[in-house]
Every structure is written in structure tokens, then in C-alpha cells.
């Protein structure tokens, strides 16, 4: 059974930094992408970034590139998302989620929210002052 358990939001002032976790279990981080998407009031859901350990490819929108760095702790089951410089507009339910292609990395997986079938309970990230 597929699980992805977010933690790590909370609240922030612009300019600062917090790290997003995901407890991936139920299948191999070695063959299925995992992407960050996030949510805002009013707002459609927004792909931010991906990884797929096969082809050790990571893919970020363009919003966050330079700020945000997706990463993998396969030992621990872990995807991370580390969010510097936040700016107000990060501010969102942030959630993890995983596909059904398997051995398809994100280049071929890309962030549309239609590709991912599995996802995470969403964590909250406020950046305010």
C-alpha cells in the first residue's frame, strides 16, 4: 500500500528557510518520480519540483529554481524539499505525491498533477512577517 506522509511546514518570515519531508513507503523510490506540488488559497494546484532516483534526474518550475532543492535519502524512504529565500508567494499546503509509471523519470513525467496517482495528506508553509 502506497503511503506519503508530509511534515516540516509551518511559519516563516520572507527570506527564510524551511525543509518538507516526505515518508515515502509501499513502493521503490529506485523506480517511480516523486514531485512537490502546492496548493494556495484560490489557486490551482502548482507542480514545484521532481526526482527520480533511476536516471538521477530533478526537474524545478521556474518560480523556485535556485531556491528550492528536491532530494532523496533512499536508506531512510525520505524525499526532501529544502525552501530558501521564501518569499510570500511560497505560502501554500505543500504535498508530496508519487505515479504509477514505473521507471519513467521526471523528464518524461513532467509536474502535471494528472501524472501522480498517490498522494500525501499536504503540509501548511506560511511565510509572512
Known amino acids: 500500500q502506497v503511503q506519503l506522509v508530509e511534515s516540516g511546514g509551518g511559519s516563516v518570515q520572507p527570506g527564510g528557510s524551511l525543509r518538507l519531508s516526505c515518508a515515502a513507503s509501499g513502493f521503490d523510490l529506485d523506480y517511480y518520480a516523486v514531485a512537490w506540488f502546492r496548493q494556495a488559497p484560490g489557486k490551482e494546484r502548482e507542480g514545484v519540483s521532481c526526482?527520480?532516483?533511476?536516471?538521477?534526474?530533478?526537474i524545478n518550475v521556474d518560480s523556485v529554481k535556485g531556491r528550492f532543492t528536491v532530494s532523496i535519502d533512499k536508506a531512510r524512504s525520505m524525499v526532501y524539499l529544502q525552501m530558501d529565500s521564501l518569499k510570500r508567494e511560497d505560502t501554500a499546503v505543500y504535498y508530496c505525491a508519487t505515479t504509477t509509471y514505473a521507471g519513467l523519470g521526471c523528464g518524461m513525467i513532467g509536474l502535471a498533477s494528472a501524472r501522480y496517482s498517490y498522494w500525501g495528506q499536504g503540509t501548511q508553509v506560511t511565510v509572512s512577517s
Open positions: 526526482i527520480s532516483e533511476m536516471d538521477g534526474n530533478t
